[in-house]
């Protein structure tokens, strides 16, 4: 579980707060994706970084703002949020390569909760 | 456009029992199918994934799962549940028609009971 990092685990903020999430991964991956997951929903894909380029952005709230600095790194900056937006957000990676399918790894996790 | 259904919320087995988490799928091109778990307050953990090849993809702890294409399904299963099986399963089908968009299905909670 180490592969995948993220900082903070838990983060309470109120709608007019500014915050980063941060996600480090440590396999050598180079895609890098954020998922929200809420209670009783399907996992939401939120953006998706290939070779630090977006290259995903499943119609997110722009309040939600990704940043990929390098292959190791992805940031998620939130700003103004609502109380909607509680909810566990999810850093993956994987290794992208033509003609194969590779699977995820997942980091723990940050539990947002929006006051 | 590519789907996940996983049709129980939740299932519940008795330890030693065989268990099965059911999985159907729905894509356009060819069907890249994945199982992740997780844990209470963890990340989702990679299980095992169906590319190509033999239909009965074999994966960690002891999981298997079984591709059937006519019945677009991708089931979970294992021989022998433990206690320590029991936690949130999610099917994931991936269709490279749609770039790097993995569609999980909404998770089946297990409980294996002592």
């Known amino acids: 579980e180490t592969g995948v990092t993220q900082t903070p685990r838990h983060l309470v903020m109120g709608m007019t707060n500014k915050k980063s999430l941060k996600c480090e991964q440590h396999?050598?991956?180079?895609?890098m994706y954020w998922y929200k997951q809420s209670a009783k929903k399907p996992l939401e894909l939120m953006f998706v970084?290939?070779?630090?380029?977006?290259?995903e952005n499943n119609s997110v709230p722009s309040r939600f703002s990704p940043e990929c600095p390098n292959s190791s790194h992805l940031f998620l900056h939130l700003h103004t949020l609502q109380p909607e937006d509680s909810a566990l957000y999810l850093c993956?990676?994987?290794?992208?390569?033509?003609?194969?399918?590779?699977?995820?790894?997942f980091g723990p996790g940050t539990r947002l909760t929006v006051t | 456009a590519q789907s996940v259904a996983q049709p129980e919320d939740q299932v519940n087995v008795a330890e030693g029992n065989p268990l099965t988490v059911k999985c159907t799928y729905s894509?356009?091109?060819?069907?890249?199918l994945f199982w992740y778990v997780q844990y209470p307050n963890r990340g989702l953990q990679f299980l095992l994934k169906?590319?190509?090849?033999?239909?009965l993809v074999k994966g960690s702890y002891g999981f298997e799962a079984e591709f059937n294409k006519s019945q677009t399904s991708f089931h979970l299963k294992k021989p022998s549940a433990l206690v320590s099986d029991s936690a949130l399963y999610f099917c994931?089908?991936?269709?490279?028609?749609?770039?790097?968009?993995?569609?999980f299905g909404p998770g089946t909670r297990l409980s294996v009971l002592p």
């Open positions: 993956a990676s994987s290794q992208e390569m033509a003609g194969g399918v590779y699977e995820q790894y």
């Open positions: 396999l050598g991956h180079n895609a």
């Open positions: 970084y290939s070779l630090e380029e977006r290259v």
């Open positions: 894509v356009s091109g060819n069907p890249y």
């Open positions: 169906y590319i190509t090849g033999d239909n």
């Open positions: 994931a089908v991936r269709d490279l028609n749609y770039g790097q968009n993995f569609v």
